[in-house]
């Protein structure tokens, strides 16, 4: 149980595009979902904590309006990076809050790996 | 606001060895969640082992066990009989409450010598 997918696990796209980023919970309901951002050799930096049913709050520097994180059901979060440059160019994993576990575990996706060409 | 301190960026250990992967933390609160994950080359985060700091025994499995120093803020894992497939990044992480977040340390690479 408590499994996490993140979808998709790659994807190339050309400047200026946008990119939406799929994170689900497949067999538990996840009021709270937590996107990261990795780049290599790096630890996980939060970019924003996402909760169902209303607006995400992000961490400082983070731009809410490239990064748009809409958390619509208890097992669905979705990130869309806006016009999307090289820079943004990155690892992003998502992992979401289980309250029925008990452990204070997260559970993970197994990441996103974007490419801005 | 609490802070994760992995101050080892990188370790080595002879396949078989036990090894040691030194955390420290900085928080005010007294009750909290300490966890150890390992980030093989797929980047697939996996939990190694958790600690809540209400409890005194040190936690283990299998081959991993901690070292939990609240006082000291200290949280170190162990890894006994190291092997091949142990060889991965770890980050050291602390979490308040059942809908915080997850903040991590720096993370430190482990290299398994056959």
């Known amino acids: 149980g408590a499994v996490v997918s993140q979808h998709p696990s790659r994807v190339i796209c050309k400047s200026g595009t946008s990119v939406k980023i799929e994170c689900r919970s497949l067999?538990?309901?996840?009021?709270?979902m937590f996107w990261y951002r990795q780049f290599p050799k790096q630890s996980l930096m939060l970019m924003a904590t996402?909760?169902?049913?209303?607006?995400?709050?992000?961490e400082q520097g983070v731009e809410k309006d490239k990064f748009l994180i809409n958390h619509a059901s208890l097992t669905l979060s979705t990130l869309t990076v806006t016009s999307a440059h090289p820079e943004d160019s990155s690892f992003y994993i998502c992992?979401?809050?289980?309250?029925?576990?008990?452990?204070?575990?997260?559970?993970f996706g197994e990441g996103s790996r974007l490419t801005v060409l | 606001a609490q802070t994760v301190t992995q101050s080892q960026p990188e370790m080595s250990v002879q396949e078989a060895e036990t090894v040691t992967l030194s955390c420290t933390y900085d928080?005010?609160?007294?009750?909290?969640?300490l966890f150890w994950y390992k980030q093989p080359p797929s980047r697939q985060m996996i939990l190694v082992i958790r600690?809540?700091?209400?409890?005194?025994q040190n936690a283990t499995e299998n081959r991993f066990s901690v070292n939990f120093q609240k006082a000291a803020k200290s949280f170190s894992l162990k890894i006994s009989d190291s092997q091949l497939g142990d060889a991965a990044m770890y980050f050291c992480?602390?979490?308040?409450?059942?809908?915080?977040?997850?903040?991590f340390g720096k993370g430190i690479t482990l290299s398994v010598r056959p």
């Open positions: 996402s909760n169902e049913g209303s607006k995400a709050t992000y």
């Open positions: 992480a602390y979490r308040v409450g059942a809908n915080s977040k997850l903040t």
């Open positions: 928080t005010s609160e007294s009750d909290y969640y």
């Open positions: 600690q809540e700091a209400y409890k005194q």
């Open positions: 992992s979401a809050s289980h309250t029925g576990v008990g452990t204070g575990e997260l559970f």
């Open positions: 067999d538990f309901q996840a009021t709270t």
